[in-house]
Antibody, heavy 120, light 111 residues
Framework: QVQLVQSGAEVKKPGASVKVSCKASGDTFTTSYIHWMRQDPGQGLEWMGIISPSGETTSYAQKFQGRVSLTRDTSTSTVYMELSSLRSADTAIYYC?????????????WGQGTLVTVSS | QSALTQPRSVSGSPGQSVTISCTGTSSDIGDYNYVSWYQQHPGKAPKLMIFDVIKRPSGVPDRFSGSKSGNTASLTISGLQAEDEADYYCCSYGGPYTLVVFGGGTRLTVL
């Protein structure tokens, strides 16, 4: 089983950007699609986007188009999620998750989550 | 507002069975067998319990089962145990513009 370890909690001011990392162990990471989701405190899950194994292909939820960017460093088995123009409504726990196959519909192994707090 | 609709809460006594529903549309649940279910305990990351409507990952007890009828998917937990108390989220393929959609989550209370 692939283990995903995310970077630590962040506190940002409105209008700033945040970049969260997701580092994996295991050989299967190099062939895995990686999803990003977020969860508002005490609320449900929301899908943000996905990046291909090579990092060349991404797909984003319409809600986040233009504000989110997923990138991948294959040499370090790390995926990054950057969210810009932050507002208080972006305060949430952000999760990365590996997909079990190439259909890109089943976030399978999840990271521990990263709390991002947006506050002036 | 979530794309998929779940009841906010369900409850059952130890040993009983409970079913959690997840209603979508003909564009997501109705047209594709890509429904998955996640269990989330407080302060923890979600854990995959069911995928492709009916399949269980290795290590998930067979007390957990999934099904689908039309635009509605269901998760049934039989022989309820105290450790099953958690939030449960359904998930489906959402179409070409938002690949994955989630339900709003259901809080399961074991009485």
């Amino acid at each position: 089983q692939v283990q995903l370890v995310q970077s630590g909690a962040e506190v940002k001011k409105p209008g700033a950007s945040v970049k969260v990392s997701c580092k994996a162990s295991g050989d299967t990471f190099t062939t895995s699609y990686i999803h990003w989701m977020r969860q508002d405190p005490g609320q449900g899950l929301e899908w943000m986007g996905i990046i291909s194994p090579s990092g060349e292909t991404t797909s984003y939820a319409q809600k986040f188009q233009g504000r989110v960017s997923l990138t991948r460093d294959t040499s370090t088995s790390t995926v990054y999620m950057e969210l810009s123009s932050l507002r208080s409504a972006d305060t949430a726990i952000y999760y990365c998750a590996r997909d079990k196959d190439t259909r890109m519909v089943t976030p399978t192994d999840w990271g521990q989550g990263t709390l991002v707090t947006v506050s002036s | 507002q979530s794309a998929l609709t779940q009841p906010r809460s369900v409850s059952g006594s130890p040993g009983q069975s409970v079913t959690i529903s997840c209603t979508g549309t003909s564009s997501d649940i109705g047209d594709y067998n890509y429904v998955s279910w996640y269990q989330q305990h407080p302060g923890k990351a979600p854990k995959l319990m069911i995928f492709d409507v009916i399949k269980r990952p290795s290590g998930v007890p067979d007390r957990f089962s999934g099904s689908k009828s039309g635009n509605t998917a269901s998760l049934t937990i039989s022989g309820l145990q105290a450790e099953d108390e958690a939030d449960y989220y359904c998930c489906s393929y959402g179409g070409p513009y938002t690949l994955v959609v989630f339900g709003g989550g259901t809080r399961l209370t074991v009485l």
